[in-house]
Structure formats: structure tokens, C-alpha cells
């Protein structure tokens, strides 16, 4: 089992920045690879940014690339999204995920179905 909790949210205006963390319980959190997924009011869950179990590999989402950086601390059991950048549409509860698919191998989960476990979320709010 592995839970994890979301902070790091709040109000930001428009090219502000926002760092999310993503705290992990349990000690197999390195076998974990992770992912940051967001839902804004009447849309479909969406993949922001996936990292595979080592920290090896990275993937964004299109409408991302170039303002966000996911990272993560296996010491520290957490992982981060570094928000820069922000426009409104950036505005959603951002949600972080475990995944036990592809450990081992340097391959960043995007489908959230591949995802085992999840976290409660946290508002990001972006004025205009």
C-alpha cells in the first residue's frame, strides 16, 4: 500500500509559479514510477507529467512542456512538480500518482488506468 499526499496549491496570478509536492508513505516508494494528473470543473482527468521509478525518465504533456518539471527526492519519498509559467488554463485540482507498471525499466506511465494509487488532490487557482 502506498499513500500519498498532495500540497502546495493555492492562488497564483497569471506567470506566476507554484512548486506541488507529493509525499509518499511506505518504503517502496522508489519502486514507484509517478505521475501528476489534473482535473479542471467539467474535463476528463489529464496526464501533466509522469517520471519513471529511477528519476531516469520524464514526460510532459504538450500544453506543459517548457513551464512544468516533474522531479522526485526517493530519499525523501516525494515527489515534485515545478509549475512556471501558469495561465489560467493551468487552473484544475492536480492530482499525483503511484505506478508499479514498467519498474525497472526507464518508461514514464501515461495512462492514468496504469496507475495503482492515488492521492486526494490539491487546487491550483490562476488569475487572469
Known amino acids: 500500500q502506498v499513500q500519498l499526499v498532495e500540497s502546495g496549491g493555492g492562488l497564483v496570478q497569471a506567470g506566476g509559479s507554484l512548486r506541488l509536492s507529493c509525499a509518499a508513505s511506505?518504503?517502496?516508494?522508489?519502486?514507484?514510477?509517478m505521475g501528476w494528473f489534473r482535473q479542471a470543473p467539467g474535463k476528463e482527468r489529464e496526464f501533466v507529467a509522469g517520471i519513471s521509478w529511477s528519476g531516469g525518465s520524464t514526460d510532459y504533456a504538450d500544453s506543459v512542456k517548457g513551464r512544468f518539471t516533474i522531479s522526485r527526492d526517493n530519499a525523501k519519498n516525494t515527489v515534485y512538480l515545478q509549475m512556471n509559467s501558469l495561465k489560467p488554463e493551468d487552473m484544475a485540482v492536480y492530482y499525483c500518482?503511484?505506478?508499479?507498471?514498467?519498474?525497472?525499466?526507464?518508461?514514464?506511465?501515461?495512462?492514468?488506468?496504469?496507475?495503482?494509487?492515488w492521492g486526494q488532490g490539491t487546487q491550483v487557482t490562476v488569475s487572469s
Open positions: 511506505g518504503r517502496t516508494f522508489s519502486t514507484y514510477g
Open positions: 500518482a503511484a505506478s508499479s507498471k514498467y519498474w525497472g525499466y526507464s518508461i514514464v506511465v501515461v495512462p492514468d488506468v496504469e496507475y495503482d494509487y
